[in-house]
């Protein structure tokens, strides 16, 4: 562990995703750390002479990036789900499984069952597992409680990941994501007590923004409108599951509110580009639950790009439709399946993603933001992008502070 105040990273490949070049590439790059924060990044030629330094680190050419942010993640849930993946390889499809009472609702009655230390000795190997990666922030979402105490318990054990782990958590309450079984037929009723819990959880501080699921398997957009002006008024951001299974018209509205970002999106519209675009509202594409539900229908990525439209990559880690812990592996994903550029992708963990999340501070490595970032056995990052199944990340610096070498499962680094 490094634990100086002011270290000098030398001699490293550098892509600071920082400016208008390329990549923000620096072929010999330094990076001084004072703190949290960096305090200086720039060619190695160009280190300030007698920079009074605690420590100096030769990097001998690895790459170093920003630290990678995961910015949709249902990671905090008991149970698995791999019978169901069985039945949708003989021909269920992920719709008719719900409709059956299986899909969400399973993980929700295995999550409700399980007391808070045994969900966080779940989630946290998992969040180890991201973090291996070079991941220093990650968005974790509620909504496998369902009930006032339950979705309370699952952001409270978001929040000791954070706590417990050098990681950055950020928490979403997904309330509105599926109704569950004692409001069968009641959706609207429900809807009115996911609002009336969002201000309890906020003044425990348990809630950084508040996110739902808006399709024929989840609610509906009026209902959707409902929890968003819950929302607002408690001045929390919002974000939205929109058109994965089909098109409501659910981006248009959440970008309305000024949502940080759309998430899935294979059956976007137009229209609903156009209102992210004006509203800035990032488009968060999952290649993983694309992957794992067998979709044929991509998102429009095209005329995201044309429009402008910024666009993030995360895992979207759940137990039904993307049971992944790999964000280099969605890196790859998006790439193949949606035809991002690698830098795009990687803006798409980095940059954008920070920028899903509200965050400023993160995602670029400039002077004043905050000192998190990987090192890879890489000679650019385009190879992040191109390999799969292959975790190349050899050290990481999170908040100025270097994580234990190996991050072994099972072991709280
Ligand atoms: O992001 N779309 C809804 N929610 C999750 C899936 C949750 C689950 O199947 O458990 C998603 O794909
Ligand atoms: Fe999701």
Same mark, same amino acid.
């Given at each position: 562990m490094t634990t100086a105040q002011r270290t000098l990273w030398r001699h490293a490949r550098l892509a600071t995703l920082h400016g208008s070049t390329p990549w923000g590439w620096l072929d010999d790059g330094a990076l001084l750390v004072d703190g949290e924060r960096l305090a200086w990044v720039g060619r190695d030629d160009d280190v300030p002479a007698g920079s009074a330094v605690d420590a100096e680190v030769d990097l001998a050419g690895a790459l170093v990036t920003p630290g990678l942010i995961d910015a949709h993640t249902h990671l905090v849930y008991a149970g698995e789900r791999a019978g169901e993946f069985e039945q949708r390889l003989q021909g269920a499809s992920y719709e008719q499984i719900a409709r059956a009472g299986g899909g969400i609702q399973r993980t929700v009655a295995a999550t409700r069952a399980a007391s808070d230390d045994s969900l966080f000795a779940l989630a946290a190997p998992r969040a180890r597992a991201l973090m291996a990666e070079g991941v220093t922030t990650i968005e974790v979402k509620s909504g496998y409680g369902l009930a006032a105490d339950h979705e309370a318990r699952c952001l409270g054990v978001a929040r000791r990941l954070g706590r417990e782990l050098p990681l950055a958590v950020r928490t979403t309450s997904l309330g509105a994501h599926a109704l569950p079984p004692e409001f069968a037929g009641r959706a609207d009723d429900y809807i009115d007590a996911v609002c009336g819990w969002l201000p309890a959880q906020a003044s425990a501080g348990l809630v950084d923004a508040v996110d739902g699921f808006c399709d024929t398997i989840g609610f509906t957009p009026a209902q959707t409108r409902r929890v968003f002006d819950a929302a607002r008024?408690?001045?929390?951001?919002?974000?939205?599951?929109?058109?994965?299974?089909?098109?409501?018209?659910?981006?248009?509205?959440?970008?309305? @509110?000024?949502?940080?970002?759309?998430?899935?999106?294979?059956?976007?519209?137009?229209?609903?580009?156009?209102?992210?675009?004006?509203?800035?509202?990032?488009?968060?594409?999952?290649?993983?639950? @694309? @992957?794992?539900?067998?979709?044929?229908?991509?998102?429009?990525?095209?005329?995201?790009?044309?429009?402008?439209?910024?666009?993030?990559?995360?895992?979207?880690?759940?137990?039904?439709?993307?049971?992944?812990?790999?964000?280099?592996?969605?890196?790859?994903?998006?790439?193949?399946?949606?035809?991002?550029?690698?830098?795009?992708?990687?803006?798409?963990?980095?940059?954008?993603?920070?920028?899903?999340?509200?965050?400023?501070?993160?995602?670029?490595?400039?002077?004043?933001?905050?000192?998190?970032f990987a090192v890879f056995d890489a000679e650019h990052p385009r190879e992040l992008a191109y390999r799969f199944g292959h975790n190349p990340c050899r050290r990481v610096v999170f908040a100025g502070q270097e994580r234990a070498r190996c991050i072994a499962p099972g072991s709280l680094a």
């Open positions: 008024a408690l001045e929390l951001p919002v974000k939205l599951h929109a058109e994965q299974l089909s098109n409501q018209e659910g981006a248009a509205l959440a970008a309305g @509110y000024g949502a940080l970002s759309c998430d899935h999106l294979e059956h976007l519209s137009a229209s609903g580009i156009a209102a992210m675009r004006q509203a800035g509202t990032v488009a968060l594409l999952l290649p993983g639950a @694309y @992957y794992f539900l067998r979709d044929t229908t991509l998102p429009p990525v095209a005329a995201l790009r044309e429009a402008g439209v910024p666009m993030a990559i995360a895992t979207d880690h759940n137990p039904g439709s993307s049971p992944t812990l790999s964000l280099l592996l969605m890196l790859n994903m998006a790439c193949t399946l949606f035809r991002l550029t690698p830098e795009e992708a990687f803006r798409g963990v980095t940059i954008q993603a920070a920028r899903a999340l509200g965050l400023a501070d993160r995602g670029t490595l400039a002077v004043g933001q905050r000192a998190d």
